[in-house]
């Protein structure tokens, strides 16, 4: 299959780098570097490939070939390579042998429970929300295009959200033509995260036996349990928010102009990731850039100066084309026009909506349903002292105004807004005991920063966007970076080490559970946890998890293929399911078109104007009149969705 092409270009792309640094850099940094260069690689091909519009199977074979060739070239130089592969097999070893006992216990629960998340994603297609409505319904377009221009849409997240994650996906889907690969891409990013960790730890100067129990740590946390199995995209950027704190951290130490460019690539490929990432991402470079210019001031090494400039440069050029699109249709970089913005950032901030916005935060994290409803109680308590509306507009999204203050016993397993209690409650803990108990402790300064920078990210979250309930999932990268703190804690504090200790076997069990019964990918169907798909269920009804729309897109899609339809006009409700119109269309000449647009986005030329047939899921009439031709509906019948055909 094609697909493997992406998985050698990896393999021989790490060894590549192996064998140029040669034994000079730890083996988690070369996966490092590699996943870095990997996802720049991505970025760079498909902007060359849509400035010509070929992205399409045939060019995007060639340009993965390419990179295979030129990671191939090490290898020929056969006596390094065969060195190196020994000294990395014996490594290894020699790390797994000197594992204790408790630390092979962690491995083998944490082998268990990674493989069950990766079977979990391959067993079941993508059928999280946002991916059937914007993230990978505009992979179709972008494939029906041959480019990643942007196009008239009724939905204009498909427009102007970050596109990386996507890319990646989309690359995944032509290679393999089907979606098949397509929720592995967050598990690709979490096992390397894990490495990132391990790197942050390392520079921290937290112990080498902390790093089996920092992977576990990491894994358990419900939220990247049910993400590493789907298409969202939270755990892509916490992998670029975790290196980006790593380089940041390397450059202050060493600054090489070498660090500089991998923070450049972390921090832009972070960015290009997900609009969240410039509160996370942009924390971190606030405080690297007043580390640098501390250094700057006593050291008077001012190539310091040109090596920013370079990070810089890549950040900017990285994100340069998404950038340039965005401002070419709304004037703005960012994408979004000032109604969108005012949907999800803070319209007035004030220290008393500040505590509100923290609390109502915190508050998605306080599970079971008892704890959940005496911290309710404490923040209508502490709404009304403080003489705060505890549901307004200007702080929070316009659909949950009803579910403020009212956070029921969240689903623990649902992907949208699971809680992350037991984690929640060892990370609060750990920043307590930073505070008030290790002051006398090596390397205290430098876990003070570090506790610092991530409460500064999350003041500045709470700061900048409106509460909504689906915020855990966002929450998803703090989570991440605060397990050094634990590990910090862990080695200093012997209450704190008892207390872990008790704890995992709950985690294991907690995390077994969320895996077990995931909301939408179920490892065992509970009528009252889980959706009503099962494993066993055919591949399309998975992704709707509904008979009705089930049987309604089947009939659609059946008499696009039975009357060989080519361009399909789309009258679409906003945020609809419009991806599985079209996941069996892969490598088939098929255009999707939005009509009838009425937002920005109407200005940009039609792809097609010759329609076939047009599909809606918001008018259910006898006939359609569009451009002077009658469309008639022969699916009257039908609950969810409806076609059109000329006659």
Not at 247 to 267: C, D, E, H, M, P
Not at 608 to 614: E, F, G, Q, S, V
Request: with cysteine; aromatic share 16%.
């Amino acid at each position: 299959m094609s697909i493997f092409i992406l998985f050698f270009c990896f393999l021989f792309l790490c060894f590549s780098i192996g064998v140029f640094f040669d034994n000079r850099v730890a083996l988690r940094e070369i996966f490092l570097i590699s996943v870095l260069i990997f996802s720049t690689y991505i970025v760079v091909i498909t902007e060359i490939l849509s400035a010509f519009h070929c992205i399409n199977f045939a060019s995007v074979f060639i340009s993965w070939s390419l990179l295979l060739f030129l990671t191939l070239i090490p290898v020929l130089k056969k006596k390094q390579a065969i060195r190196y592969f020994i000294v990395i097999k014996d490594k290894i070893k020699s790390k797994y042998l000197s594992l204790k006992l408790s630390d092979k216990i962690l491995f083998y629960a944490s082998s268990f429970l990674l493989l069950l998340m990766l079977i979990q994603g391959l067993i079941y297609p993508p059928n999280n929300c946002d991916s059937m409505t914007a993230y990978l319904a505009r992979t179709i377009h972008w494939i029906s295009h041959g480019s990643v221009e942007y196009y008239t849409t009724n939905n204009l997240q498909q427009l102007y959200h970050p596109p990386l994650p996507q890319y990646i996906i989309m690359h995944f889907n032509i290679l393999s033509s089907g979606d098949y690969f397509a929720n592995i891409v967050q598990f690709f990013f979490l096992i390397f995260s894990l490495f990132g960790l391990i790197s942050i730890n390392r520079e921290l100067g937290i112990s080498v036996n902390f790093d089996m129990l920092s992977i576990f740590i990491a894994i358990t946390i419900p939220m990247v349990i049910l993400e590493a199995s789907s298409t969202m995209t939270d755990i892509v950027v916490s992998f670029f928010v975790i290196t980006s704190i790593y380089y940041a951290i390397r450059a202050v130490k060493n600054s090489t102009w070498q660090n500089f460019l991998l923070l450049g690539l972390s921090s832009g490929l972070g960015c290009l990731s997900k609009a969240t990432s410039y509160i996370y991402i942009g924390t971190v470079l606030i405080i690297f850039a007043i580390g640098i210019l501390f250094k700057l001031l006593k050291t008077k090494q001012y190539s310091i100066v040109g090596y920013s400039f370079l990070a810089l440069v890549v950040f900017i050029g990285i994100n340069s084309g998404h950038y340039y699109r965005n401002y070419k249709l709304t004037q703005n970089l960012l994408g979004t026009e000032k109604q969108e913005s005012h949907l999800y950032l803070n319209e007035k901030m004030s220290p008393k909506l500040l505590v509100s916005n923290i609390m109502k935060n915190v508050g998605l994290h306080i599970y079971p349903a008892t704890f959940n409803n005496l911290y309710n109680r404490l923040i209508y308590k502490v709404h009304y002292e403080m003489g705060q509306p505890i549901a307004n507009k200007e702080t929070n999204y316009y659909k949950n105004l009803n579910y403020v203050g009212k956070i029921k016993a969240i689903s623990f397993n649902n992907e949208n807004f699971a809680p992350n209690p037991l984690h929640f409650a060892l990370i609060v803990i750990a920043f307590i005991s930073v505070i008030f108990l290790g002051r006398k402790q090596i390397g205290y300064n430098k876990i003070v920063l570090y506790a610092l920078m991530i409460v500064l990210q999350a003041l500045f979250f709470c700061f900048v966007l409106k509460w909504q309930m689906f915020h855990s999932r966002l929450h998803t990268p703090l989570f991440l970076v605060s397990i050094p703190l634990i590990g910090y804690c862990y080695y200093l504090k012997p209450f704190y080490r008892k207390l872990l200790n008790v704890m995992i076997s709950f985690i294991f069990i907690y995390s077994l559970s969320v895996i077990l019964f995931n909301c939408y990918r179920p490892y065992i169907r509970m009528s009252d946890l889980t959706t009503q798909v099962s494993i066993f269920d055919n591949r399309f009804k998975k992704y709707l998890l509904s008979d009705d729309a089930n049987n309604d897109y089947i009939s659609v899609i059946e008499e696009i293929k039975e009357k060989n339809y080519r361009n399909i006009g789309l009258i679409l409700r906003y945020e609809s399911y419009e991806y599985p119109l079209f996941v069996e269309f892969y490598g088939k000449d098929i255009h999707p078109v939005h009509l009838n647009v009425s937002n920005i986005s109407k200005s940009l030329p039609p792809s097609k104007d010759n329609i076939d047939c047009i599909i809606s899921n918001n008018i259910n009439e006898s006939k359609i009149t569009y451009n002077g031709k009658i469309y008639h509906n022969d699916g009257l019948k039908n609950k969810t969705i409806w076609l059109y055909k000329l006659y």
